[in-house]
């Protein structure tokens, strides 16, 4: 079952088999958010949804870039996917600080006439934030994770051209 959390997309398959896993549960199972409970907020501020949305996006896209700028090569995969994981769940529960730079962001995205957000000084101010908010320990585990990738990398080529 592939759901797609960057554009909120899914196929009719993977809708089948959601509603086929919660009716072999004979229970709503809720996975992701509470829309439920939830619902009649989004419906009333839809907007604030697809800010939300915009927001992560320019987050995850900034973070990526981070990541290019420091040239981890084959491990720039694994280390995105590991950074990503860690940022979401660090922004779930932001401290005001952060909540503030981050609708400062969300802001200025907002106001560019082109909805860019790629200006230089905000773009220094989101990598300077996304450093602070991942933990010494995220930074570790990012490293670990992109530097594993480097490693299989080169014992996958070492192995092919031992058969070769």
């Known amino acids: 079952m592939h759901f797609d959390w960057e554009t909120f997309t899914y196929d009719s398959e993977w809708l089948r088999e959601a509603v086929r896993i919660e009716d072999e549960a004979d229970c709503d199972i809720s996975a992701g958010f509470d829309w439920g409970a939830n619902l009649g907020a989004v419906m009333a501020h839809p907007e604030r ?3 939300l949305a915009r ?4 987050v995850i896209r900034e973070f990526k870039e981070l990541l290019v700028d420091w040239n981890l090569g084959v491990g720039a995969e694994a280390a995105l996917i590991c950074g990503r ?3 979401m769940e660090r922004l779930l529960h932001p401290t005001p600080e952060v909540q503030e730079r981050l609708l400062a962001v969300l802001e200025e995205d907002l106001a560019s006439p082109e909805r860019d957000s790629s200006s230089k000084p905000l773009r220094a101010g989101l990598q300077e934030l996304l450093q602070g908010i991942l933990t010494p ?3 570790e585990l990012i ?3 992109a530097g ?3 490693r299989e990398q080169v014992i996958e080529r070492v192995q092919t051209a031992k058969t070769a």
């Open 49 to 51: 949804y697809s800010q």
């Open 55 to 58: 927001l992560r996006s320019i």
């Open 85 to 87: 994981g860690l940022l």
């Open 137 to 139: 320990e995220d930074w």
């Open 143 to 145: 490293a670990v994770t």
């Open 148 to 150: 594993n990738s480097v």
